[in-house]
T-cell receptor, first 114, second 115 residues
Framework: GAGVSQSPSNKVTEKGKDVELRCDPISGHTALYWYRQSLGQGLEFLIYFQGNSAPDKSGLPSDRFSAERTGGSVSTLTIQRTQQEDSAVYLC????????????FGPGTRLLVL | AQSVSQHNHHVILSEAASLELGCNYSYGGTVNLFWYVQYPGQHLQLLLKYFSGDPLVKGIKGFEAEFIKSKFSFNLRKPSVQWSDTAEYFCAVNAPTSGTYKYIFGTGTRLKVLA
């Protein structure tokens, strides 16, 4: 009965390095979402998955950001050549469907780019 | 493009005061509407949601929200707040008829309830 888990919980990296953020959704949830939460900016949609497919990648800020999901379960968000403006909390959520179902959020990964 | 506006960024109330947090969205088609809450140190969690039927929906902890289609609004209310309601509240919209299933969140309202 575990909830959504994310790792690492905190990540400090140097500008220009690549980082990988991981999300483990609730077992059986087919939909998975990534958001970015910056101070005073609310939750910014990045990408969602239905199964392993990502029908809408419009929220990814630049081509340095990519995400994948394998086996309909674990998802990885990769940020290449990190910039200081990438510093934020990255949240993952999963749900049993795409529209009316409740999203269950993980604790987030706090990323700091120096 | 869809958007969600939460006009109150910070609200401070005394216990037992009434609460109303504004939420307006911009999309003319069918929408699903949500309020999520983030208590200090906790994950975001669902407070309530609306997708059809009675426009007045009731959620957990005595919260309710009213969908007014003509005003594109989904305001959150609670008749009498408690200190434990101190949290950040987010309104969100999902519009499947727009061709995408993404959720758009507002910028959030930080509520502080004074004991």
């Amino acid at each position: 009965g575990a909830g959504v888990s994310q790792s690492p919980s905190n990540k400090v990296t140097e500008k220009g390095k690549d980082v990988e953020l991981r999300c483990d959704p609730i077992s059986g949830h087919t939909a998975l979402y990534w958001y970015r939460q910056s101070l005073g900016q609310g939750l910014e949609f990045l990408i969602y998955f239905q199964g392993n497919s990502a029908p809408d990648k419009s929220g990814l800020p630049s081509d340095r950001f990519s995400a994948e999901r394998t086996g309909g379960s674990v998802s990885t968000l990769t940020i290449q050549r990190t910039q200081q403006e990438d510093s934020a909390v990255y949240l993952c959520a999963s749900s049993s469907g795409l529209t009316q179902e409740t999203q269950y959020f993980g604790p987030g990964t706090r990323l700091l780019v120096l | 493009a869809q958007s969600v506006s939460q006009h109150n960024h910070h609200v401070i109330l005394s216990e037992a005061a009434s609460l109303e947090l504004g939420c307006n969205y911009s999309y003319g088609g069918t929408v699903n509407l949500f309020w999520y809450v983030q208590y200090p140190g906790q994950h975001l969690q669902l407070l309530l949601k609306y997708f059809s039927g009675d426009p007045l929906v009731k959620g957990i902890k005595g919260f309710e929200a009213e969908f007014i289609k003509s005003k594109f609004s989904f305001n959150l209310r609670k008749p009498s707040v408690q200190w434990s309601d101190t949290a950040e509240y987010f309104c969100a919209v999902n519009a499947p008829t727009s061709g995408t299933y993404k959720y758009i969140f507002g910028t959030g309202t930080r509520l502080k309830v004074l004991a």
